[in-house]
């Protein structure tokens, strides 16, 4: 009887054992190793954006394969899919990309997500803000099209500062440039910078860009180089 117990138990062991390496063998993941990879590193050009700006991406990846595409995809901070825009890969590892931020856009956080091909990848995460206080940048208003006349003409000498004050006051309470009261400088504003009409020249010509020509305006505002009375 002792011998039957002990041969019982030796093997309900056994059964154990083997039972356990074999679960373990089966289920276990395997290894994850990113060693072999592709691997992705990518930066943005700005950490912080306007609606209706250009976000670039730029970066490399560890090794270059001609057969493979790089993935950006976008998503909301809520996790929701926006866009998936695939581009090349210099033979050196780098590349650049480009994507508008366009109407699927609005305030908030994203998440990028990027990846070299569709296997042996490892994402790549990296996160960019759109505001819509970005005082570096134009507001959501446009800037309508007549005013590039009206201050092409006042930059030639062909109208008089009071228009071009005029055109600027129609920014100002149409909301398109916010300047609060309380910024506005207390400067001599008897003369306005002979320097600005080659600046907003520039622009009138499609030289420059809406924020610089709005920036420029803002800052004889702040500074007190030109008053805009309500």
């Known amino acids: ?3 039957n117990k002990i041969f019982i138990i030796s093997i309900i062991t056994l059964f154990v054992v083997t039972s356990g390496q074999v679960a373990f063998g089966y289920g276990g993941p395997p290894a994850q190793s990113g060693a072999n990879n592709y691997t992705v590193e990518i930066y943005a050009d700005e950490e912080s954006y306007m609606l209706g700006d250009t976000i670039t991406f730029t970066g490399n990846v560890n090794k270059y394969d001609e057969d493979r595409k790089l993935r950006i995809t976008i998503f909301d901070n809520t996790d929701r899919y926006l866009i998936t825009q695939k581009t090349s890969v ?3 590892g780098t590349f650049s990309h480009s994507i508008e931020l366009n109407k699927k856009f609005s305030d908030g956080k994203f998440i990028v997500k990027a990846q070299y091909g569709n296997s042996n990848t490892t994402v790549k995460i990296m996160s960019f803000i759109i505001s ?6 134009t ?9 590039k006349t009206t201050v092409g003409y006042w930059a030639d000498g062909v109208s008089s500062d009071g228009e071009f004050i005029n055109a600027i006051k129609f920014l100002i309470e149409d909301g398109i440039i916010q300047i609060p009261a309380t910024t506005q400088g207390t400067g001599n504003t008897d003369q306005i910078p002979s320097w600005l009409k080659i600046t907003v020249g520039y622009w009138a010509d499609g030289v420059s860009s809406d924020g610089e020509f709005i920036n420029t ?4 505002i702040e500074n007190g180089l030109m008053t805009i009375s309500n």
Request: proline share 8%; no cysteine; aromatic share 8%.
């Open 132 to 137: 819509s206080n970005n005082n570096d940048t």
């Open 90 to 92: 210099n033979p050196d």
């Open 1 to 3: 009887m002792k011998l």
């Open 139 to 147: 507001q959501d208003n446009e800037i309508p099209s007549w005013l």
């Open 217 to 220: 305006i803002k800052f004889l």
